[in-house]
């Protein structure tokens, strides 16, 4: 669980600042180990794999994407909500329908999704399916 997702009542109630601890000089220095060889990575994205913060192409997130969609038309918004669900057992969020969107976009573009009805508000207003071989 993250921070982020806790409304900050919670935060307050369960006094959960009293939690901190200082890092000791050994995990200090191997984080920003870890850092300086993200940053030299210099990829587009930073995911969690296991226990271990690492890099990533933009692309991390399309096989999963994909593997939600069908030949058959569904609302994009559940393809969104079968990739979210698909994180609930690991507790980590590790992107959001703003990304998702846009990886979206990039795999309609390629020619491996296919979509219909989408609006101005949005790819999410739309229907998306597999692509058929033409």
């Known amino acids: ?23 000791r000089m050994t995990e200090r220095h191997r984080y920003r180990e870890l850092w300086q060889q993200l940053l030299s990575e210099n990829a587009p994205l930073r995911v969690i794999d296991g226990d ?50 846009a990886r979206m976009r990039a795999l309609i573009e390629s020619g491996r999704l296919e979509i219909r009805g989408e609006t101005a508000r949005g790819i999410e207003h739309g229907e998306v399916r597999l692509a058929r071989a033409r």
């Open 1 to 23: 669980m993250s921070l982020a997702l806790l409304h900050h009542d919670t935060i307050r109630h369960n006094k959960l600042w009293d939690l901190a601890e200082p890092l």
């Open 52 to 101: 271990k913060l690492v890099s990533a192409p933009l692309s991390f997130f399309d096989s999963l994407l994909t593997s939600y969609v069908t030949d058959k038309w569904q609302k994009v918004v559940m393809v969104f909500s079968w990739v979210t669900i698909s994180h609930w057992d690991d507790d980590i969020w590790q992107t959001n329908d703003t990304f998702l969107a």
